[in-house]
């Protein structure tokens, strides 16, 4: 298992807030066992391009068969012209964002150093933006409760919430001298990816969607205290001294389910930060086919790529949707008794869907198992080779063995240094 990180936990470790403590910990204890296996060889810090090619897999190592397990990190461009040239100076991209956060507690953290004003504006819509939002209305709460003399940990308000949080104080939200976030969506909180839908979905079953989406949205709300604003979407940058200064969006609205964007007026939004949180796209590679933003896929069963009758891809790579909940529940009928019951978005909600991504990898595995045995076994003299190769690229990381190279890259984690405080 090659990867270009030195942990082996993609999203786990970076894209699921740090709250998420137990189910963090359970997710990772898996993997390690799964990599603890005496048949399975793990090489961090390798990064395709770079470190290794497709074609060296193919050609020169000789290898059966590679399944691009990839995933969907790289963050979707915002649809505004020229918007990157402000990237952190008043832009700022889910994916890096969210790793900061999950690591700025660290004394050793030696990354960008992400700042967050009050009054931020925050384009999404889906599950991950409501993440992005919690952890601006959790910081910029947090340092205002700072400095009124109240020191709240990040765990602590997440867990209560910041109405929770306040009312423990005699305080409202309105004494923090705060405006709080905005949500900006491009549909109606009611149009939401909050729950998912059954395939080819009844009058009944979209009516009931959009009721406990607006349900979920108003306690996520409740809680967190943001404000939101549902029919807009950006066009065009506001640019004040060379930075990012808010951004000017069209009303839209929504006919039979198609978006309209209309045009006639537009409208100005001020703001010290933008955070753009719209999606994740898998990394496009050298030799292998896209359509459009995920991997050409010649058979969904098994995830065989176009052309590369030994190359399979899984997982996001193959829905080209980075947010947990939508690419691992992709196709998947929701019980009416789950989209009833399913008012929050809890660690339980993300373990049901670990489960089902499991469920899905060991399915498209037992496919690639049987493509594998109509081909001959490798020799043993390609295996010893395969092995050299591999020996190579973990010395040059120095890597020793797999329990002691955990140890050395974990990070530091924020729930043991308040315990230690």
């Avoid at 050409?296 to 080209?320: M, P, Q, W, Y």
Wanted: charged share 25%.
């Amino acid at each position: 298992m090659f990867d270009q990180n030195n942990l082996p936990y993609g999203k786990i470790e970076t894209g699921l807030p740090k709250w998420h403590v137990k189910l963090r910990d359970s997710q990772e204890k898996k993997i390690d066992e799964k990599l603890q296996h005496p048949l399975v060889r793990f090489v961090p810090g390798v990064r395709f391009g770079r470190d290794i090619t497709l074609d060296q897999l193919r050609r020169d190592w000789g290898v059966s068969a590679i399944l691009m397990a990839t995933g969907a990190w790289r963050d979707r461009p915002l649809p505004v012209p020229g918007i990157d040239e402000y990237l952190n100076k008043g832009l700022y991209y889910q994916n890096p964002f969210v790793a900061w956060f999950n690591q700025n507690h660290d004394p050793a953290y030696d990354g960008y150093k992400y700042s967050i004003p009050d009054n931020t504006l925050v384009i999404g819509g889906g599950l991950a933006s409501f993440d992005v939002v919690k952890i601006v209305m959790i910081e910029t709460t947090r340092q205002a409760l700072m400095q009124r003399g109240i020191d709240a940990n990040i765990l602590e308000i997440e867990r209560k919430g910041i109405s929770e949080i306040l009312t423990e104080h005699n305080l409202r939200f309105e004494d923090l001298g705060i405006k709080g976030c905005t949500l900006v969506y491009r549909r109606k909180i009611t149009d939401m990816p909050l729950t998912s839908l059954p395939e080819d979905p009844t009058t009944h079953d979209m009516d009931t969607a959009a009721r406990v989406r607006q349900k979920i949205f108003d306690n996520i709300q409740k809680k967190f205290i943001f404000r939101c604003l549902e029919c807009h979407t950006p066009v065009s940058p506001i640019i004040n001294n060379g930075n990012l200064n808010g951004l000017v969006f069209y009303r839209t609205e929504i006919i039979d389910g198609h978006l309209k964007v209309l045009k006639t007026v537009q409208i100005p939004i001020e703001s010290p930060l933008v955070i753009s949180a719209i999606g994740s796209l898998p990394e496009s590679l050298k030799d292998i086919p896209m359509d459009g933003d995920t991997y050409r896929i010649k058979d969904h069963d098994s995830g065989s790529i176009e052309g590369l009758d030994d190359v399979f891809a899984l997982g996001n790579a193959v829905t080209g949707r980075g947010n947990i909940k939508e690419s691992q529940l992709h196709g998947r009928k929701v019980s009416q008794k789950v989209v009833d019951e399913f008012l929050a978005w809890n660690p339980e909600d993300y373990q049901m869907i670990f489960n089902k991504a499991e469920e899905n990898a060991d399915a498209k595995v037992f496919a690639v198992q049987k493509h594998l045995q109509k081909k001959a076994r490798l020799s043993t003299a390609r295996i010893a080779k395969i092995n050299s190769r591999i020996d190579a690229l973990q010395k040059k990381v120095n890597y020793s063995n797999y329990n002691s190279w955990i140890a050395k890259h974990i990070p530091v984690r924020l729930e043991n240094m308040i315990g230690d405080s």
